[in-house]
C-alpha cells in the first residue's frame, strides 16, 4: 500500500531536549516536505526536498532541520524545541520532474507539545 | 510566496443544502489541487484542475479553475454529514516547486 508513515503520533517533550520526527515514503517519490498546522494559519511548509542531498528552506524553517541521506526517508530535526513550535506536523511526498500535477500523500500527523 | 485565499473559513450549514468555497489568487497558478482533511488525519486528494475554466465532479462535488487559472471554487449539492471536514486548495507555481496551501475552509454539516 502506498503511503507515508511518520513516527511517532504524539509527542510530548520538555523544552530544549533534542528530538527527531521520522518520515518515511515508499512511492519512490523524488519530493519530500515538511509543514505545520495551526489554527487559522493553515498548513506552512517548513523544508522540503527535491531529491536526495538536496532540501531547500520553507515558509518557517526556523529551529528546525532536515536532512535527506536516502530518497524515502526525511526527517525533521528540532535541536532545542520551545513551545512556539507545539504544533501538528504533517510529513508530504510527491512525484516531480516531468509529470508535474502530482497529488501530494500525507502522512497522519504527528501532534508534537513542547512544555 | 503566492498566496491563496479561501472563504469563507467557516462554514456550518443542514444536512442538505448546498454550498460554495472559493480559492483566490492574483496569480496564475499551472494547476490547482483541493484535498480534504478529516480530524486526526492528513489531507487527501479530492481533485486536479490543469486547463482554464476546467470543470470536474466527483459525485456531489463540483469542481471548477478559473479562465485565467488565478481562482477555484468547489461546490457540493446536498451536503451529507460525511462531508464535514477542512477542504484546503493547493496551487502549483508555474516558476517554482512547492505547491502553496490555502488557509481552508472548515465545513461542518449538520443532520
Known amino acids: 500500500e502506498a503511503q507515508v508513515t511518520q513516527n511517532p503520533r504524539y509527542l510530548i517533550t520538555v523544552t530544549g531536549k533534542k528530538l527527531t520526527v521520522t518520515c518515511s515514503q515508499n512511492m519512490n517519490h523524488e519530493y519530500m516536505s515538511w509543514y505545520r498546522q495551526d489554527p487559522g494559519l493553515g498548513l506552512r511548509q517548513i523544508y522540503y526536498s527535491m531529491n536526495v542531498e538536496v532540501t531547500d528552506k520553507g515558509d518557517v524553517p526556523e529551529g528546525y532541520k532536515v536532512s535527506r541521506k536516502e530518497k524515502r526517508n526525511f526527517p525533521l530535526i528540532l535541536e532545542s524545541p520551545s513551545p512556539n513550535q507545539t504544533s501538528l506536523y504533517f510529513c508530504a511526498s510527491s512525484l516531480y520532474g516531468v509529470v508535474r500535477y502530482t497529488e501530494a500523500f500525507f502522512g497522519q500527523g504527528t501532534r508534537l507539545t513542547v512544555v | 510566496t503566492q498566496l491563496l485565499e479561501q472563504s469563507p473559513q467557516f462554514l456550518s450549514i443542514q444536512e442538505g443544502e448546498n454550498l460554495t468555497v472559493y480559492c483566490n489568487s492574483s496569480?496564475?497558478?499551472?494547476?490547482l489541487q483541493w484535498y480534504r482533511q478529516e480530524p486526526g488525519e492528513g489531507p487527501v486528494l479530492l481533485v486536479t484542475v490543469v486547463t482554464g475554466g476546467e470543470v470536474k465532479k466527483l459525485k456531489r462535488l463540483t469542481f471548477q479553475f478559473g479562465d485565467a487559472r488565478k481562482d477555484s471554487s468547489l461546490h457540493i449539492t446536498a451536503a451529507q454529514p460525511g462531508d464535514t471536514g477542512l477542504y484546503l486548495c493547493?496551487?502549483?507555481?508555474?516558476?517554482?516547486?512547492?505547491?502553496?496551501f490555502g488557509k481552508g475552509t472548515r465545513l461542518s454539516v449538520i443532520a
Open positions: 493547493a496551487g502549483e507555481d508555474p516558476g517554482n516547486t512547492p505547491l502553496v
Open positions: 496569480s496564475v497558478f499551472s494547476s
